[in-house]
């Protein structure tokens, strides 16, 4: 909108230029059109500072979530391993650190067989059999190592990697009552005002109030939901390899 207008300004400049060249007495053009192409440069030069701020912020916001986005899907990769390993997700960064330092994962293995199913044999008095399902242990794997291998990263993912210094990412848990079964969820966010931080507070307003599919829509960034049961990052595709 302030670029409409200013795009309105020069052209209305332009218009009253012309009219003074046609119709100002010759003594008093020189110093009024000096002015007025003045007046043009300056706006001309708002205009294009306006425009080149907004596509500079625009590559500065991708460079920034994108980074923001790799310890979010650190972030979850933990969450979902200790669901697995526990059966709940972790809202505490130091208790979450700890599970990946010391847990592990089991390995299993399922395998099918079939046994004689006693009540049904003393029932009728003729062997019955019933098929059942197997599930082996065959070991076990550290979590450190199936995630991150050598790699100390997790022990700084909950930090916010850029904009705003010192600030770490909002972890939350709770659970999703669907069909009458409450389904653990965890969410992890951050705001844009801090990942934005140091920028152009109108653009980030703009930011924030983006609503489209190629874009990372609502005020947060973020993995997870409270609200359904959902693990997924609210970002769009061109902002990672994988969601």
Partial sequence: MVIISIVAVILLTILIVWAIDNFIPKKFKTPILISLWAIIIFLGYIT???????????????????????????IRDAQLAHKTVTGVFQNNW????NFIENEKFT????????????????????????????????????????????????????????GKQGEQFKLQTGVVNQNNINIPVFEAS????????????????????????????????????LEEVNTNGNWPKNYSKDQ
């Fill in 48 to 74: 294009f500072m306006s425009v080149y701020g907004e596509i500079q912020f625009n590559q500065l916001k991708e460079k920034r979530y994108k980074v923001a986005i790799e310890n979010l899907k650190d």
């Fill in 107 to 162: 390995i299993t293995q399922r395998r099918d067989s079939t046994i004689i199913d006693e009540v049904l044999t003393r029932r009728y008095g003729v062997d019955t059999t019933k098929d059942i399902v197997i599930i082996d242990t065959l070991g076990y794997v550290a979590v450190k190592d199936s995630l991150f291998g050598a790699d100390p990263r997790y022990k700084t993912m909950m930090n916010v990697p850029v």
């Fill in 94 to 97: 130091d208790s979450l650190v």
């Fill in 190 to 225: 951050v705001e844009k005002d801090i990942l934005l931080f140091g920028q152009d507070q109108n653009l980030i307003k703009k930011e924030k109030e983006v609503v489209s599919v190629e874009g990372v829509n609502g005020p947060t960034l973020k993995v997870g939901s």
